[in-house]
């Protein structure tokens, strides 16, 4: 037994008074109207009755506990998860006060952990015997996100999930910022790096006229519009002169302006003209014409990885945008319409540095489509992971479309509460947990877990970057090979001289 119920006992939370210490996060049991009801201690405090806040003497405090001797309570609280053997029902009536309060049996959590279809994280912080698995189905389709602050081990998180996926031949795109996955190894699978490349025939026209900068010009865009379905049209009927389609805009607004009839509108296009050599310069790397389609390297049963870590976060942008909006279309398109052609298996999008691809402040065109697959993604097979160290930065709306959190460490008030404003399921005594935990430890919530749940994430065992860097040994090793190189140099000097 940990303790009694004390005070007024309600449906979903019961005080109690204890004389062991017992952990928060720590499960416990309460049996009453022939009902075993599930709890987990959410909040502590020890106090004593003597040593109370009137006391200003540090002297007096000593001579007090001599006498009285350890002479002090615990209180908590308990958050009620349901019955036991009712789904995990919330019971209807409270316990009564003075009920035992006891520690959950490990069969008992391990009855609830033990999921069908599930994907191991790690184990309970505070039972170390009892794995937790989370169920991938409400993972992938409901969203998932992943908040830390950095070096909490969000990326650690990632690549557990990922191997979990792969051991079920599962699909992931990871959009991976800095390169951290290209060269990582997983036990249950192969990564597969893509290369940030697009074909631009493959672009719709508000996609490459962003890309042009056509803001808010009506003649201009006219003029642009035209080249574009001219070009389309072109290279659809096999007739283009040019197979890069950039080349081919800019061949048929050359036309238009030798066929302008006065300087207003020949400066127009000459306008149109510029934007599109700005264009070919800004987005040299993103843009090849002998590409292949980019969705067609998604492979099933692999870690696909979109190598972002060259690129300027304009480009990448462009590409989470217009990934993203070609997968929904083409998922639609196969759920719908049962075209072969299309991607016929569900995605998991993985986003790391979901705060500047989904940002609060900005609307990216990446931001417009994250957003569109977290509200529609769910019907067709496409699921988003949000990784972000800096949650308050994050889109609010997005990232309240993610039905599963696991935050890691999380010590800012502001980001906190920018968390908590997103999931329903954290309360205020949970959040008050999130600056305690350790490296790897993390609070678990949502649907594809039964109840909220303190883990302590397995440590990833196969090769990855992006873990923290040995600072003092680079430091000596790059003193040591510069003064070798001088050496050498010096060497050679004198070879010279000689
Ligand atoms: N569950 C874990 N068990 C043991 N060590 C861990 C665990 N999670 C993370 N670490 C260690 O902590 C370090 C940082 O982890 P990780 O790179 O996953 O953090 P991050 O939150 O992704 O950081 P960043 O914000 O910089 O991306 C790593 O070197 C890793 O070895
Ligand atoms: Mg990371």
């Given at each position: 037994m940990i303790g009694r119920c004390i005070g007024e006992t309600s449906l979903t939370q019961i005080s109690f008074i204890s004389k062991e210490m017992p952990q928060v996060g720590e499960y416990v049991i309460l049996e009453y109207n022939q009902k075993v009801i599930l709890g987990m201690i959410e909040s502590l405090v020890r106090g004593s009755v003597s040593l109370n806040n009137e006391i200003y003497n540090p002297d007096t405090v000593a001579k007090i506990r001599q006498i009285e001797g350890d002479d002090y309570y615990i209180k908590g609280t308990v958050k009620i998860l349901g019955d036991i053997n009712d789904n995990l029902r919330i019971p209807r009536t409270p316990a009564p006060p003075g009920t035992e309060i006891k520690k959950a049996p490990a069969n008992i959590l391990k009855d609830i952990f033990d999921i069908e279809n599930s994907l191991k994280l790690g184990t309970l912080i505070n039972q170390s015997d009892v794995e937790v698995g989370i169920d991938i189905n409400k993972m992938v389709s409901r969203h998932l996100a992943i908040l830390a602050m950095t070096g909490a081990g969000k990326s650690n998180t990632v690549s557990v999930i990922i191997d979990g996926l792969l051991a079920q031949n599962g699909c992931m795109l990871i959009f991976d910022m800095h390169s951290e996955y290209v060269d990582a190894e997983f036990t249950n699978g192969d990564v597969n790096v893509i290369k940030p490349i697009i074909n631009p025939r493959n672009m719709d026209f508000t996609e490459i006229k962003k890309l042009a900068n056509l803001k808010n010009a009506p003649i201009q865009e006219r003029y642009f519009r035209k080249a574009f379905f001219e070009a389309n049209e072109k290279v659809k009927q096999g007739v283009a002169e040019s197979n890069d389609f950039i080349e081919l805009l800019q061949i048929n607004l050359e036309v238009m302006y030798d066929e302008g009839e006065n300087a207003a509108e020949k400066n127009k296009i000459m306008d149109v003209l510029n934007k599109i050599e700005d264009l070919k310069i800004k987005y040299d790397k993103l843009l090849n014409t002998s590409a292949g389609d980019i969705l067609k390297e998604i492979k099933l049963g692999k870690a696909n990885v979109l190598d972002l870590g060259q690129v300027d976060e304009n480009t990448a942008e462009v590409l989470v945008a217009h990934i993203l909006r070609r997968s929904l279309r083409s998922r639609k398109d196969y759920v719908?319409?049962?075209?072969?052609?299309?991607?016929?298996y569900p995605v998991f999008f993985i986003v790391e540095e979901a705060h500047i691809l989904a940002p609060k402040n900005r609307n990216p065109n990446s931001k417009h489509w994250i957003t569109r697959v977290a509200r529609e993604g769910r019907k067709f097979g496409m699921g988003l992971c949000l990784v972000s160290q800096s949650p308050k930065s994050v889109d609010e709306e997005t990232l309240s479309q993610a039905n599963n959190m696991i935050i890691l460490r999380l010590v800012e008030p502001k980001d906190q509460r920018h968390v908590q404003a997103a999931s329903e399921s954290l309360s205020e005594d949970l959040v008050a947990q999130l600056p305690s935990l350790n490296i790897g430890e993390a609070l678990v919530l949502g649907l594809m877990t039964k109840i909220p749940t303190l883990v302590k994430i397995d440590e990833f065992k196969g090769r990855q970057r992006g873990g923290d860097l040995d600072i003092l040994n680079q430091w000596k090793t790059t003193k040591k090979s510069q003064k070798k190189r001088a050496k050498r140099d010096r060497k050679e000097i004198m070879d010279l001289i000689s």
């Open positions: 719908k319409n049962h075209n072969e052609d299309a991607l016929s």
